[in-house]
């Protein structure tokens, strides 16, 4: 893929975003206005396309199907509440100063210690990015090393974000069980409920995504990225060539979760909730979903998987409330049954019969992972 | 209690088993410096389990291998083995079928494998002639843009090779490589692996008894787990245990 | 530049299925549904859409509200925290309802409460719930602790002589709150902390064999024991097979349930549970007419005469009747004058009394206590003599004991503290 | 208590008595049941125990079953299971029209407890061994000191022996409760109940070493060591009894599992669902059998395990013939294509059934509870893990023995050479999944009778099911066997010491560290063939 449509990407989600945050900012009756609605909405989606990112980096490229990509969306979710949390100072129903609301009802009290440090923001922010990582990596050394591949690695990572679900969900674990975090008042002092908070987090998805998408572009172009998808096809080859594989899967496997976590931690101030059902498996499985629709292994097709199919989903729920389940489960199965290559891969085959050349995306043919 | 040993390959005693199966059972297998071997034996003899425990991918449940007389291969895994010098060609031609030619070869080209060193890497003229150089070795030259999993089987087949090539290995462990040719092409790879072992060790599994023969090396003849015989092709023919095993049937 | 074009395609599509509702006439007033059609909380939630549809129609048949006709504006929030802040942004936003009925969990009532505060909505929320909360744009038909847990524990205290306790609850915030206000109140009426057993259990839990054999247990020391159940949903089902297989009977070791009511039942064999018990302000068993009628016309309605009627429909069905009241009122659905006229609204309920909003945004409401029959019906045993008003901060909790909430001008707060005599965050100096 | 009730009730009687309008005092007593007020009905009852009538029992067994019932003029009746309407006292059929304000009297929990009490020293010498075993234990449960002459009179009767054995106990609580008994008789009571050595015991024995007499207090805890040491050991058995039934349960749920996901390689998300149309399939037909053979319902669910079989076969055979078969050799898009089948099963039945929970009963065999020595052992469980294993062993043999099991495996080792040897693999792969997906549906019949029948029901075991296969090893039953009580068992066994929330994190914990040790499960399949 050529440099000039790498930036050509970042530069429409950027300025896609900056219009309609700018747009959001006139007055009401302006015919251009785009309602909070909105922005809210695009917000969110871009968040999930940066999770999307990140599944395809490890899916799409090396062959590693995470299906507990959502816990490292939702640990640095959480990061971003408990930081969020804090902002709220003595504004909480109660008037505590330090304790959060949860809290003070469940008559905690001191502050936990591992709640220690959320005040400040740079902190937060380092968690939000480290903590994800952190259980990347202790999580992929131990499965990587011992040669966990194909589904038995999809089942435990399965297992590894039920678990912290049902972690999560306990009260005594201190992170509000089952109702979360909650209730914000503002981000970096500025309230959450402002339309230009709004429309500046939306730019900063937009931002963030932009810029992951580049370096993932730049990454998988260069030679490391040859590399990554030689494991992918050809593990055992890889490793008789001198390449240490776990040591590549592990490194890119911290990546995308640290990339995973941070779309977590910016997804958190725009719906305004995190909760353990964020790291339900099913949450997890519907990320993979997007980037197979969208096209496996195309970083474009993750982004564009997962818009289209949360756009599908808004507009269901909307308009279909009793039968949109139908209509987004059908989708699934057409999807993969006719489009194995997703909706990029359908988009590739409509370009090439118009003008007959080299395909421009390297979407794999086969799919050897299970069998590896 | 290992000797010091002058062989560049060195296995003694090795036993692998399956569930109860003795796939190998007391191997005892020495290659010196610059030789090549040819091994032979029927289906299930332990010609592929033999190569899974020199590259890393099988521990052995008894015995010693060595490489160069003092690295111990039961004790290192498949990608510091590659790095020790040992290089391995698959019985399915293996090769990264989504990359072109010159990519599969380039990944395989020697050179520092951690991930941090290859994230910055650029592409060296030495290294692109280095590319050209093997690509005319093993007649790719042609094909070099076209993706890996477009090649013809044989292409495969010698594609592995190159990368073989590239790897610069000591020792390359060949796993049946003429499967699926053409006798033309027999002829040629039979011819390629002579030149090869002008510079390197050598040791190829193979069935194909033209081959072999066409080799004309020493040869391992392997039964159930163990050596059977060894020697020049025409003595281990005429041994009648292997005729009994082997050749007579 | 094709990425260009996808975009495009995107926004096109996204208006698109954002205009739908917009589009159409003016000259109805939207009422919006905000109940899990679908995902884990259908279950309870979906029975409230179709009482709400129901509500809606027969308001119309009456002639609508100020002169126009009432339209139900149903989405789907999937069981989804996030989905349901969505889903309720899209409400007020794009289709500009003019109330909305809606949540069962508390998260989702949490995840919604910001959108509304920051739209200024109205949410009528029929559960009942642990307390501690007080919005300005929220009305709290449910029950209320007090208006449920502490009159069933007084109820076991008094005529079954209860003195030992087992608080077997789901881990959430309910159950663990309701738990903490009836530990506290069981240890002011001089129960020993050992006679109180405490335990939770995780959501849609189905493996109950452990938990009724340590119930079993703890029963059998001699001290007549109850059970008071906070279990949730899914996991009664299971919990019950398991005491009535286990042999639990409701004259040994009774268990009260806050949270299981004639829909739950409808799923179970309730031959072995004869006499266990639940708390609620209504039972589909209620002798009285407007009750009678209710369950006619829900029948109609749903052309199934099978169909159970609950205690958070018995709220809906008051939410809306005090809603049309205050609208009729303020002779607007203007949302501050709404929400200004609700206070003093009395309805009647289906018990055969009033219930009446009070500034505190909860209802009053009498207490049942019912006994599970064999037909899987509720049969009130005991009941509050008048009407219970809700609490929201409870007065058994350090937090909130000094709490109040009255959202007539002047004070106009949710969480006004008594002691330092300020409205909520305003307390404390910041450190 | 009861005794000065009684002795109430008698002073009422005689003063009733002496009225002659009022010539018979039973049916004065059974007035009072026309009271709304618990307390009225509760003092009935004991008077109505006391008279020793003979309509007593049969009216005390409607009042409980909610039969009795009141006319406007306080005259009761008893409604039959038909509607028929018989006069409480007489037992003779009601004549005439049905008598004005009939109404049930109405009963609560306290009542019921008035009523057990009652019937315990009713049916003290009934010539039922079943009634008498319950009064034994119910004198047991509530000992009266004042009933120790009925009881002693009871056991120089009783020629059972189960029965007397539960007299004498019942005798010895009334003993132990009695402040004025001999210690030497109370010595001996505690020898008796230490024998019982259950929780009943013990908590009387509890109450005995706070007796006045230190030889008492001093035999009773002596005898609660004992108890509580064989309680303890019960209660380690009890567990590892729970952890089986679970495991049981886990085995059902992921054993169609270990064939589709196992042995094909499909990852089958839409599993969970094809365990719930076995559950929805159970309701519908014990609805079917209920309306058409009422007197069969207790049989429905036996009917319904084939029933179950053949609608969840026939739907993973048309979702192998529309969907999977496209998808071979792609096993990670069969986890989207059944996902998204998943979601569209799950609405379908909550489009057909409604969003709620569906009512299945428990048969009556399968209801209830046995004591085995120290262990509660509930018919549920029990016949669910009978059930598990047999299923279990069919389906071994099935693949072991039969031409479908051979061939099945041939496609699976080898797919090429299979149908190079005229096995239609394409028929078979059908009949695989069929399979599968046959014996999850028969899943769904056992599940239905400990859980919700609801579309939630298959997402609940859903990912344990996939635990169980990965834990046990792909491709294995054997390894699933073990797989699954283990899991059962190691959950259980958590459970009392971490509670149900930390046991079950750690055991997940514990799970992910075993696949880092043994990336193919307890049991591998090893080999070329896996390595390739």
């Given at each position: 893929?050529?440099?000039?449509?790498?930036?050509?990407?970042?530069?429409?989600?950027?300025?896609?975003?900056?219009?309609?945050?700018?747009?959001?900012?006139?007055?009401?009756?302006?015919?251009?206005?785009?309602?909070?609605?909105?922005v809210?909405?695009?917000?969110?989606?871009?968040?999930?396309?940066?999770?999307?990112?990140?599944?395809?980096?490890?899916?799409?490229?090396?062959?590693?199907?995470?299906?507990?990509?959502?816990?490292?969306?939702?640990?640095?979710?959480?990061?971003?509440?408990?930081?969020?949390?804090?902002?709220?100072?003595?504004r909480?129903?109660?008037?505590?100063?330090?304790?959060?609301?949860?809290?003070?009802?469940?008559?905690?009290?001191?502050?936990?210690?591992?709640?220690?440090?959320f005040?400040?923001?740079?902190?937060?922010?380092?968690?939000?990015?480290?903590?994800?990582?952190l259980?990347?990596?202790?999580?992929?050394?131990?499965?990587?090393?011992?040669?966990?591949?194909?589904?038995?690695?999809s089942?435990?990572?399965?297992?590894?974000?039920?678990?912290?679900?049902?972690?999560?969900?306990?009260?005594?674990?201190?992170?509000?069980?089952?109702?979360?975090?909650?209730?914000?008042k503002?981000?970096?002092?500025?309230?959450?409920?402002?339309?230009?908070?709004?429309?500046?987090?939306?730019?900063?998805?937009?931002?963030l995504?932009s810029?992951?998408?580049?370096?993932?572009?730049?990454?998988?172009?260069?030679?490391?990225?040859?590399?990554?998808?030689?494991?992918?096809?050809?593990?055992?080859?890889?490793?008789?060539?001198?390449?240490?594989?776990?040591?590549?899967?592990?490194?890119?496997?911290?990546?995308?979760?640290?990339?995973?976590?941070?779309?977590?931690?910016?997804?958190?101030?725009?719906?305004?909730?995190?909760?353990?059902?964020?790291?339900?498996?099913?949450?997890?499985?519907?990320?993979?979903?997007?980037?197979?629709?969208?096209?496996?292994?195309?970083l474009?097709?993750a982004?564009?998987?997962?818009?289209?199919?949360?756009?599908?989903?808004?507009?269901?729920?909307?308009?279909?409330?009793?039968?949109?389940?139908?209509?987004?489960?059908?989708?699934?199965?057409?999807?993969?049954?006719?489009?194995?290559?997703?909706?990029?891969?359908?988009?590739?085959?409509?370009?090439?019969?118009?003008?007959?050349?080299?395909?421009?995306?390297?979407?794999?043919?086969?799919q050897p992972?299970?069998?590896? | 209690?290992?000797?010091?040993t002058?062989?560049?390959?060195?296995?003694?005693?090795?036993?692998?088993?399956?569930?109860?199966?003795?796939?190998?059972?007391?191997?005892?297998?020495?290659?010196?410096?610059?030789?090549?071997?040819?091994?032979?034996?029927?289906?299930?003899?332990?010609?592929?389990?033999?190569?899974?425990?020199?590259?890393?991918?099988?521990?052995?449940?008894?015995?010693?291998?060595?490489?160069?007389?003092?690295?111990?291969?039961?004790?290192?895994?498949?990608?510091?083995?590659?790095?020790?010098?040992?290089?391995?060609?698959?019985?399915?031609?293996?090769?990264?079928?989504?990359?072109?030619?010159?990519?599969?070869?380039?990944?395989?080209?020697k050179?520092?494998?951690?991930?941090?060193?290859?994230?910055?890497?650029?592409?060296?003229?030495?290294?692109?002639?280095?590319?050209?150089?093997?690509?005319?070795?093993?007649?790719?030259?042609?094909?070099?843009?076209?993706?890996a999993?477009?090649?013809?089987?044989?292409?495969?087949?010698?594609?592995?090779?190159?990368?073989?090539?590239?790897?610069?290995?000591?020792?390359?462990?060949?796993?049946?490589?003429?499967?699926?040719?053409?006798?033309?092409?027999?002829?040629d790879?039979?011819?390629?692996?002579?030149?090869?072992?002008?510079?390197?060790?050598?040791?190829?599994?193979?069935?194909?008894?033209?081959?072999?023969?066409?080799?004309?090396?020493?040869?391992?003849?392997?039964?159930?787990?163990?050596?059977?015989?060894?020697?020049?092709?025409?003595?281990?023919?005429?041994?009648?245990?292997?005729?009994?095993?082997?050749?007579?049937? | 530049?094709?990425?260009?074009?996808?975009?495009?395609?995107?926004?096109?599509?996204?208006?698109?299925?954002?205009?739908?509702?917009?589009?159409?006439?003016?000259?109805?007033?939207?009422?919006?549904?905000?109940?899990?059609?679908s995902?884990?909380?259908?279950i309870?939630?979906?029975?409230?859409?179709?009482?709400?549809?129901?509500?809606?129609?027969e308001?119309?048949?009456?002639?609508?509200?100020?002169?126009?006709?009432?339209?139900?504006?149903?989405?789907?929030?999937?069981?989804?925290?996030?989905?349901?802040?969505?889903?309720?942004?899209?409400?007020?936003?794009?289709?500009?309802?003019?109330?909305?009925?809606?949540?069962?969990?508390?998260?989702?009532?949490?995840?919604?409460?910001?959108?509304?505060?920051h739209?200024?909505?109205?949410?009528?929320?029929?559960?009942?719930?642990?307390?501690?909360?007080?919005?300005?744009?929220?009305?709290?038909?449910?029950?209320?602790?007090?208006q449920?847990?502490?009159?069933?524990?007084?109820?076991l205290?008094?005529?079954?002589?209860?003195?030992?306790?087992?608080?077997?609850?789901?881990?959430?915030?309910?159950?663990?709150?309701?738990?903490?206000?009836?530990?506290?109140?069981?240890?002011?009426?001089?129960?020993p902390?050992?006679?109180?057993?405490?335990?939770?259990?995780?959501?849609?839990?189905?493996?109950?064999?452990?938990?009724?054999?340590?119930?079993?247990?703890?029963?059998?020391?001699?001290?007549?024991?109850?059970?008071?159940?906070?279990?949730?949903?899914?996991?009664?089902?299971?919990?019950?097979?398991?005491?009535?297989?286990?042999?639990?009977?409701?004259?040994?070791?009774?268990?009260?349930?806050?949270?299981v009511?004639?829909?739950?039942?409808?799923?179970?064999?309730?031959?072995?549970?004869?006499?266990?018990?639940?708390?609620?302000?209504?039972?589909?068993?209620?002798?009285?007419?407007?009750?009678?009628?209710?369950?006619?016309?829900?029948?109609?309605?749903?052309?199934?005469?099978?169909?159970t009627?609950?205690?958070?429909?018995?709220?809906?069905?008051?939410?809306?009747?005090?809603?049309?009241?205050?609208?009729?009122?303020?002779?607007?659905?203007?949302?501050?004058?709404?929400?200004?006229?609700?206070?003093?609204?009395?309805?009647p309920?289906?018990?055969?009394?009033?219930?009446?909003?009070?500034?505190?945004?909860?209802?009053?409401?009498?207490?049942?206590?019912?006994?599970?029959?064999?037909?899987?019906?509720?049969?009130?045993?005991?009941?509050?003599?008048?009407?219970?008003?809700?609490?929201?901060?409870?007065?058994y909790?350090?937090?909130?004991?000094?709490?109040?909430?009255?959202?007539?001008?002047?004070?106009?707060c949710?969480?006004?503290?008594?002691?330092?005599?300020k409205?909520?965050?305003?307390?404390?100096?910041?450190? | 208590?009861?005794?000065?009730?009684?002795?109430?009730?008698?002073?009422?009687?005689?003063?009733?008595?002496?009225?002659?309008?009022?010539?018979?005092?039973?049916?004065?007593i059974?007035?009072?049941?026309?009271?709304?007020?618990?307390?009225?009905?509760?003092?009935?009852?004991?008077?109505?125990?006391?008279?020793?009538?003979?309509?007593?029992?049969?009216i005390?067994?409607?009042?409980?079953?909610?039969?009795?019932?009141?006319?406007?003029?306080?005259?009761?009746?008893?409604?039959?299971?038909?509607?028929?309407?018989?006069?409480a006292r007489?037992?003779?059929?009601?004549?005439?029209?049905?008598?004005?304000?009939?109404?049930?009297?109405?009963?609560?929990?306290?009542?019921?407890?008035?009523?057990?009490?009652?019937?315990?020293?009713?049916?003290?010498?009934?010539?039922?061994p079943?009634?008498?075993?319950?009064?034994?234990?119910?004198?047991?449960?509530?000992?009266?000191?004042?009933?120790?002459?009925?009881?002693?009179?009871?056991?120089?009767?009783?020629?059972?022996?189960?029965?007397?054995?539960?007299?004498?106990?019942?005798?010895?609580?009334?003993?132990?409760?009695?402040?004025?008994?001999?210690?030497?008789?109370?010595?001996?009571?505690?020898?008796?109940?230490?024998?019982?050595?259950?929780?009943?015991?013990?908590?009387?024995?509890?109450?005995?070493?706070?007796?006045?007499?230190?030889?008492?207090?001093?035999?009773?805890r002596?005898?609660?060591?004992?108890?509580?040491?064989?309680?303890?050991?019960?209660?380690?058995?009890?567990?590892?009894?729970?952890?089986?039934?679970?495991?049981?349960?886990?085995?059902?749920?992921?054993?169609?599992?270990?064939?589709?996901?196992?042995?094909?390689?499909?990852?089958?998300?839409?599993?969970?669902?094809?365990?719930?149309?076995?559950?929805?399939?159970?309701?519908?037909?014990q609805?079917?059998?209920?309306?058409?053979?009422p007197?069969?319902?207790?049989?429905?669910?036996?009917?319904?395990?084939?029933?179950?079989?053949?609608?969840?076969?026939?739907?993973?055979?048309?979702?192998?013939?529309?969907?999977?078969?496209?998808?071979?050799?792609?096993?990670?898009?069969?986890?989207?294509a059944?996902f998204?089948?998943?979601?569209?099963?799950?609405?379908?039945?909550?489009?057909?059934?409604?969003?709620?929970?569906?009512?299945?009963?428990n048969?009556?065999?399968?209801?209830?509870?046995?004591?085995?020595?120290?262990?509660?052992?509930?018919?549920?469980?029990?016949?669910?893990?009978?059930?598990?294993?047999?299923?279990?062993?069919?389906?071994?043999?099935?693949?072991?023995?039969?031409a479908?099991g051979?061939?099945?495996?041939?496609?699976?080792?080898?797919?090429?050479?299979?149908?190079?040897?005229?096995?239609?693999?394409g028929?078979?792969?059908?009949?695989?999944?069929g399979?599968?997906?046959?014996?999850?549906?028969?899943?769904?019949?056992?599940?239905?009778?400990?859980?919700?029948?609801?579309?939630?029901?298959?997402?609940?075991?859903?990912?344990?099911?996939?635990?169980?296969?990965?834990?046990?090893?792909?491709?294995?039953?054997?390894?699933?066997?073990?797989g699954?009580?283990?899991?059962?068992?190691?959950?259980?066994?958590?459970?009392?010491?971490?509670?149900?929330?930390?046991?079950k994190?750690?055991?997940?914990?514990l799970?992910?560290?075993?696949?880092?040790?043994?990336?193919?499960?307890?049991?591998?399949?090893?080999?070329?063939?896996?390595?390739?």
């Open positions: 893929m050529s440099a000039m449509r790498t930036y050509s990407v970042a530069v429409v989600i950027l300025g896609g975003a900056l219009a309609v945050a700018l747009l959001s900012l006139l007055p009401a009756e302006h015919a251009l206005h785009v309602p909070g609605y909105v809210a909405l695009l917000g969110k989606y871009l968040c999930y396309a940066l999770l999307a990112l990140s599944v395809d980096l490890v899916w799409g490229y090396v062959g590693i199907l995470s299906l507990g990509h959502g816990a490292f969306f939702a640990i640095g979710g959480y990061a971003m509440g408990m930081y969020l949390m804090r902002q709220i100072g003595a909480g129903v109660y008037g505590n100063a330090t304790l959060p609301d949860f809290m003070v009802f469940l008559n905690w009290q001191e502050l936990p210690w591992y709640w220690g440090g005040n400040h923001f740079g902190f937060a922010l380092l968690v939000m990015a480290l903590a994800p990582g259980l990347a990596f202790v999580f992929g050394y131990l499965a990587f090393r011992s040669r966990v591949t194909g589904v038995y690695l089942i435990i990572t399965q297992a590894l974000t039920y678990a912290l679900m049902l972690a999560f969900f306990r009260n005594d674990m201190g992170f509000g069980g089952n109702n979360g975090l909650t209730d914000f503002d981000f970096l002092g500025f309230s959450l409920q402002s339309d230009a908070t709004r429309a500046g987090l939306l730019v900063a998805s937009a931002a995504l810029l992951f998408y580049v370096v993932c572009r730049m990454l998988v172009g260069a030679r490391f990225g040859k590399v990554l998808v030689a494991i992918r096809d050809a593990e055992s080859r890889a490793r008789f060539l001198g390449y240490r594989v776990e040591r590549y899967k592990v490194a890119v496997f911290v990546f995308s979760a640290v990339m995973a976590g941070l779309a977590g931690a910016l997804y958190v101030p725009q719906v305004g909730i995190i909760n353990p059902g964020e790291f339900a498996p099913a949450n997890s499985i519907e990320a993979v979903i997007w980037v197979a629709v969208g096209g496996r292994g195309t474009v097709g982004i564009i998987g997962a818009i289209l199919v949360n756009l599908g989903k808004t507009i269901f729920t909307g308009a279909l409330p009793e039968l949109w389940l139908f209509a987004l489960g059908g989708l699934f199965i057409l999807v993969t049954l006719f489009l194995p290559k997703g909706v990029v891969g359908l988009w590739d085959r409509i370009m090439a019969r118009r003008v007959p050349a080299p395909p421009l995306v390297a979407a794999p043919v086969r992972e299970a069998g590896e | 209690m290992t000797e010091v002058d062989a560049l390959l060195y296995l003694d005693g090795v036993t692998v088993s399956f569930d109860g199966f003795k796939a190998l059972n007391t191997l005892s297998f020495v290659v010196a410096p610059g030789e090549m071997r040819a091994v032979i034996g029927p289906n299930g003899a332990g010609k592929t389990t033999m190569m899974d425990v020199i590259t890393g991918k099988t521990r052995p449940d008894q015995g010693t291998a060595l490489f160069r007389g003092s690295a111990d291969l039961t004790k290192l895994d498949e990608a510091e083995i590659a790095t020790l010098g040992i290089g391995r060609k698959f019985q399915k031609p293996t090769v990264f079928e989504m990359h072109s030619v010159t990519d599969n070869l380039l990944l395989a080209l050179g520092d494998r951690a991930p941090r060193r290859v994230l910055f890497a650029r592409e060296t003229l030495s290294e692109r002639a280095r590319i050209d150089e093997i690509l005319e070795t093993v007649r790719l030259s042609a094909v070099r843009r076209r993706l999993g477009e090649l013809s089987h044989g292409q495969k087949q010698w594609l592995e090779i190159g990368m073989l090539l590239a790897q610069e290995p000591e020792l390359l462990l060949v796993d049946e490589p003429v499967a699926g040719m053409t006798d033309a092409e027999t002829a790879t039979a011819d390629l692996l002579r030149r090869i072992n002008q510079t390197r060790t050598v040791v190829v599994v193979e069935h194909d008894m033209t081959f072999v023969r066409a080799l004309d090396v020493k040869v391992t003849v392997l039964h159930e787990g163990s050596v059977l015989a060894e020697g020049s092709l025409d003595h281990v023919s005429a041994d009648p245990r292997v005729v009994e095993v082997y050749l007579g049937r | 530049m094709k990425i260009g074009k996808t975009k495009l395609a995107l926004a096109a599509g996204l208006a698109m299925g954002l205009g739908t509702a917009s589009a159409s006439a003016e000259d109805t007033i939207k009422v919006g549904i905000l109940h899990s059609l995902g884990t909380m259908a309870s939630e979906t029975t409230l859409k179709d009482v709400m549809l129901m509500l809606i129609d308001q119309n048949k009456k002639g609508g509200l100020l002169g126009k006709k009432l339209e139900a504006v149903v989405v789907d929030p999937a069981s989804n925290w996030p989905l349901f802040a969505e889903k309720a942004k899209q409400l007020l936003e794009v289709d500009k309802v003019a109330a909305t009925f809606g949540c069962w969990t508390s998260v989702s009532r949490k995840s919604v409460l910001p959108v509304f505060e739209d200024n909505g109205i949410l009528f929320y029929p559960v009942q719930y642990e307390g501690e909360e007080s919005s300005r744009n929220v009305f709290y038909t449910g029950a209320a602790p007090n449920q847990a502490i009159p069933a524990v007084d109820y205290m008094n005529e079954e002589g209860v003195k030992r306790w087992v608080l077997e609850g789901t881990d959430y915030v309910y159950p663990r709150t309701t738990n903490k206000i009836l530990e506290a109140y069981l240890k002011l009426k001089g129960v902390a050992e006679d109180i057993m405490v335990n939770y259990t995780p959501f849609g839990f189905s493996d109950w064999q452990t938990e009724v054999g340590n119930i079993k247990k703890f029963g059998s020391a001699g001290k007549k024991t109850a059970v008071v159940s906070t279990v949730n949903g899914d996991a009664n089902v299971p919990f019950y097979k398991e005491l009535g297989n286990q042999g639990v009977k409701a004259t040994d070791i009774p268990v009260v349930a806050f949270s009511g004639e829909e739950e039942l409808a799923g179970l064999d309730t031959k072995p549970l004869v006499g266990h018990l639940a708390a609620w302000n209504y039972f589909m068993s209620v002798d009285a007419p407007e009750n009678k009628a209710f369950i006619d016309e829900w029948h109609k309605f749903t052309k199934n005469d099978k169909r009627t609950n205690d958070p429909m018995e709220a809906h069905y008051i939410g809306f009747n005090m809603w049309v009241k205050a609208v009729e009122k303020a002779g607007t659905i203007d949302p501050d004058a709404v929400i200004d006229a609700m206070i003093g609204v009395s309805v309920n289906l018990t055969g009394g009033y219930s009446a909003m009070m500034p505190n945004h909860h209802i009053t409401k009498p207490v049942l206590i019912g006994e599970i029959q064999a037909d899987g019906q509720l049969d009130t045993v005991w009941q509050t003599s008048g009407l219970v008003p809700g609490d929201e901060w409870s007065d909790l350090d937090g909130s004991k000094d709490l109040i909430s009255d959202w007539r001008a002047p004070l106009s949710g969480n006004f503290n008594t002691k330092t005599g409205c909520g965050g305003e307390t404390v100096a910041t450190q | 208590m009861r005794k000065f009730l009684v002795t109430c009730a008698l002073v009422l009687f005689a003063a009733l008595a002496a009225n002659p309008a009022a010539a018979d005092p039973v049916e004065d059974l007035t009072g049941f026309a009271s709304s007020k618990y307390d009225d009905i509760e003092k009935s009852i004991d008077a109505l125990a006391a008279s020793g009538d003979a309509a007593a029992p049969a005390l067994d409607a009042l409980s079953a909610g039969d009795l019932q009141v006319s406007s003029d306080k005259k009761l009746y008893i409604k039959g299971d038909d509607g028929s309407l018989k006069e007489s037992g003779a059929d009601a004549t005439g029209e049905i008598p004005p304000g009939l109404k049930a009297v109405k009963v609560n929990n306290r009542v019921r407890r008035a009523i057990d009490a009652a019937m315990g020293q009713l049916t003290l010498l009934s010539p039922d079943a009634k008498r075993l319950s009064a034994a234990a119910s004198q047991f449960h509530a000992p009266d000191p004042a009933q120790l002459p009925a009881v002693e009179s009871a056991i120089a009767k009783e020629s059972d022996p189960a029965v007397k054995r539960a007299f004498e106990q019942a005798r010895a609580a009334i003993i132990l409760v009695k402040s004025d008994a001999p210690d030497a008789d109370k010595i001996a009571a505690i020898g008796l109940l230490a024998a019982r050595g259950d929780e009943d015991a013990k908590s009387l024995l509890d109450a005995a070493t706070a007796s006045g007499s230190p030889a008492v207090a001093d035999a009773a002596g005898a609660l060591k004992g108890i509580e040491r064989s309680l303890a050991w019960w209660s380690a058995a009890q567990n590892v009894y729970y952890g089986l039934s679970l495991g049981s349960v886990l085995l059902l749920a992921a054993i169609g599992l270990a064939i589709t996901f196992g042995v094909m390689g499909v990852i089958n998300m839409a599993h969970g669902e094809m365990v719930m149309l076995g559950a929805y399939t159970t309701y519908v037909v609805q079917a059998v209920m309306v058409a053979a007197g069969l319902t207790d049989y429905a669910l036996v009917l319904a395990v084939p029933a179950a079989f053949l609608v969840s076969g026939a739907a993973g055979i048309a979702i192998e013939r529309s969907i999977i078969r496209f998808l071979y050799g792609r096993p990670l898009e069969t986890l989207l059944t998204g089948l998943s979601l569209v099963l799950q609405q379908a039945m909550r489009s057909i059934f409604g969003p709620t929970n569906l009512q299945v009963d048969p009556s065999w399968m209801s209830g509870s046995m004591d085995l020595g120290g262990l509660a052992i509930t018919y549920n469980r029990f016949w669910i893990i009978l059930f598990a294993v047999a299923i279990f062993a069919l389906l071994t043999l099935v693949l072991r023995k039969t479908l051979l061939q099945m495996r041939a496609v699976t080792q080898n797919r090429r050479m299979a149908a190079s040897m005229g096995i239609r693999t028929w078979v792969d059908s009949l695989t999944f399979l599968g997906s046959g014996v999850a549906g028969i899943a769904g019949v056992a599940l239905s009778q400990i859980d919700n029948v609801s579309p939630n029901l298959g997402q609940s075991y859903i990912i344990d099911s996939f635990m169980v296969v990965v834990f046990g090893g792909v491709g294995n039953l054997w390894g699933t066997l073990v699954a009580m283990s899991l059962g068992v190691a959950n259980k066994l958590l459970e009392p010491v971490a509670g149900a929330v930390l046991g994190i750690v055991v997940l914990v799970l992910v560290l075993f696949i880092q040790r043994r990336p193919r499960g307890l049991f591998p399949v090893k080999g070329r063939a896996v390595e390739s």
